[in-house]
């Protein structure tokens, strides 16, 4: 079998949406590493709640942007004038749209933790939030990458 | 779905467990530049290893479904962009062990000061912020970046 080859201009947006979706991926999974990683570490509970936050902040959010412009970017090009998308393109929209509710509550909930320290509610959920969304993004991933029905 | 879909969603499923390990890494070392009890250095260079578990998962897919996709997809084993992206990889993998061995010997500094009174330390401070283990930690998530930015472009195929 040959492989598709892409136009060249389809390129950088695919290269940013991708870089984005794994930037998003990492920092993600390092949210739910911090959060399992505070149970039961009441001493250290202030350090991981601040590195949990800054990773959302400074590695989801940035990195959710990148994704989704890139996302834009190449759909465009690849399905212009409004063309219907494929499934495999519908899925990645799906994680990454109604997604973003999940994150604000994953944002939210980070800064909770941060600032009630490892007793609440908040140090539980985070984790499990951002767990749910790593599996989301594993979803798109297998979506995307092997674009079932296409 | 066909075998060349199957494979290339495992390559990709690699490629996102060793980059993302790679992130993972990358965000844990930034947190540990920045604290000085040795307890804390140990709790944060100890979840680096869960980083390194999805970097060696993630490489063995991405490197063995990368193979097998070569020959699925009609490409040569001898096309420059595929031997630079082998060289890439190896090189990613063996800045990021030599890395990797030199933070292992900076956690076992922490857990000896950590067992004996958890005070700040100038030598375990110098070896957290040791500019050799940054550049070496750093330089193979560049090479990584630049190995992803290669399988897109596949320059030369």
Not at chain 2, 34 to 43: F, K
């Given at each position: 079998?040959?492989?598709?080859?892409?136009?060249?201009?389809?390129?950088?947006?695919?290269?940013?949406?991708?870089?984005?979706?794994?930037i998003?991926?990492g920092s993600t999974?390092t949210v739910a590493i911090l959060g399992?990683a505070s149970?039961?570490?009441?001493?250290h509970a202030a350090l991981l709640s601040r590195a949990a936050l800054r990773t959302f902040l400074f590695g989801i959010v940035p990195g959710?942007?990148?994704?989704?412009?890139?996302?834009?970017?190449?759909?465009?090009?690849?399905?212009?004038?409004?063309?219907?998308?494929?499934?495999?393109?519908?899925?990645?929209?799906?994680?990454?749209?109604?997604?973003?509710?999940?994150?604000?509550?994953l944002g939210?909930l980070t800064w909770?933790w941060k600032r009630?320290?490892?007793?609440?509610?908040?140090?539980?959920?985070v984790?499990?939030?951002a767990?749910?969304?790593?599996?989301?993004?594993?979803?798109?991933?297998?979506?995307?990458?092997?674009?079932?029905?296409? | 779905?066909?075998?060349?879909?199957?494979?290339?969603?495992?390559?990709?499923?690699?490629?996102?467990?060793?980059?993302?390990?790679?992130v993972i890494?990358g965000a844990l070392n930034l947190m540990a530049l920045g604290r000085?009890?040795?307890?804390e250095?140990?709790?944060l260079?100890?979840l680096?290893?869960?980083?390194?578990?999805?970097?060696?998962?993630?490489?063995?897919?991405?490197?063995?479904?990368?193979?097998?996709?070569?020959?699925?997809?009609?490409?040569?084993?001898?096309?420059?962009?595929?031997?630079?992206?082998?060289?890439?990889?190896?090189?990613?993998?063996?800045?990021?062990?030599?890395?990797?061995?030199?933070?292992?010997?900076?956690?076992?500094?922490?857990?000896?000061?950590?067992?004996?009174?958890?005070?700040?330390?100038?030598?375990?401070?110098?070896?957290?912020?040791?500019?050799?283990?940054?550049?070496?930690?750093?330089?193979?998530?560049?090479?990584?970046?630049?190995?992803?930015?290669?399988?897109?472009?596949?320059?030369?195929?």
């Amino acid at each position: 079998m040959l492989a598709i080859i892409r136009p060249d201009s389809w390129n950088l947006p695919l290269f940013l949406h991708v870089l984005g979706a794994i930037i998003v991926f990492g920092s993600t999974a390092t949210v739910a590493i911090l959060g399992f990683a505070s149970q039961g570490r009441a001493e250290h509970a202030a350090l991981l709640s601040r590195a949990a936050l800054r990773t959302f902040l400074f590695g989801i959010v940035p990195g959710f942007i990148l994704m989704r412009a890139g996302a834009q970017w190449i759909a465009d090009k690849e399905f212009p004038d409004g063309a219907k998308t494929p499934g495999w393109v519908d899925v990645g929209f799906l994680v990454s749209e109604p997604g973003i509710v999940l994150l604000i509550i994953l944002g939210v909930l980070t800064w909770m933790w941060k600032r009630r320290g490892a007793g609440g509610r908040a140090a539980r959920f985070v984790p499990l939030l951002a767990s749910l969304y790593v599996i989301a993004l594993g979803i798109a991933i297998f979506a995307m990458s092997g674009k079932p029905g296409s | 779905m066909t075998t060349y879909q199957w494979l290339l969603f495992l390559h990709v499923t690699g490629a996102f467990l060793l980059l993302g390990g790679g992130v993972i890494a990358g965000a844990l070392n930034l947190m540990a530049l920045g604290r000085e009890r040795p307890s804390e250095i140990l709790l944060l260079f100890g979840l680096i290893r869960i980083a390194v578990v999805s970097i060696l998962i993630g490489t063995l897919l991405a490197f063995v479904f990368g193979l097998w996709l070569v020959h699925e997809a009609g490409y040569g084993y001898g096309e420059g962009w595929i031997v630079a992206a082998i060289i890439l990889l190896v090189l990613a993998n063996a800045l990021g062990g030599i890395g990797g061995r030199r933070d292992d010997r900076t956690a076992r500094l922490a857990r000896e000061l950590a067992a004996s009174g958890d005070a700040p330390s100038a030598e375990l401070r110098g070896r957290v912020r040791d500019p050799i283990s940054l550049a070496l930690s750093y330089g193979s998530g560049l090479v990584l970046v630049a190995l992803l930015a290669i399988m897109i472009w596949k320059p030369g195929a």
